[in-house]
């Protein structure tokens, strides 16, 4: 398994940015697809955005065209650009990488928070 260490969250105002960092262990970074999660108190976790090994990406609704996820397979990091950020955004966000039998590695979470 990878192990993942996320850092980039704080507290921001509405209107603002934040960039997440997600950095992985291990020389198999490349092969894995990554994704970024949030967990809001009392919610379940869900999906924000995600890429894969090919560099393909995938946005919830709810950030698509404000949030921007990449990767540099050459520093083993993933990253989310947040921008526009809304009070609703506010959530511990993951990062999770996927290895091609689908066995995942969580991060430990960064906190967002957005004040309105």
């Known amino acids: 398994q990878v192990q993942l260490v996320e850092s980039g969250g704080g507290l921001v105002q509405a209107g603002g940015s934040l960039r997440l960092s997600c950095a992985a262990s291990?020389?198999?970074?490349?092969?894995?697809?990554m994704g970024w999660y949030r967990q809001a108190p009392g919610k379940q976790r869900e999906s924000v955005a995600t890429?894969?090994?090919?560099?393909?990406?995938n946005y919830a609704d709810t950030v698509k065209g404000r949030f921007t996820i990449s990767r540099d397979n050459a520093k083993n990091t993933v990253y989310l650009q947040m921008n526009s950020l809304k009070p609703e955004d506010s959530a511990a966000y993951y990062c999770?990488?996927?290895?091609?039998?689908?066995?995942?590695?969580w991060g430990q979470g960064t906190q967002v928070t957005v004040s309105s």
């Open positions: 890429i894969t090994s090919g560099g393909t990406t």
């Open positions: 999770k990488a996927e290895d091609y039998r689908n066995r995942a590695s």
């Open positions: 291990g020389s198999t970074f490349g092969r894995f697809a």
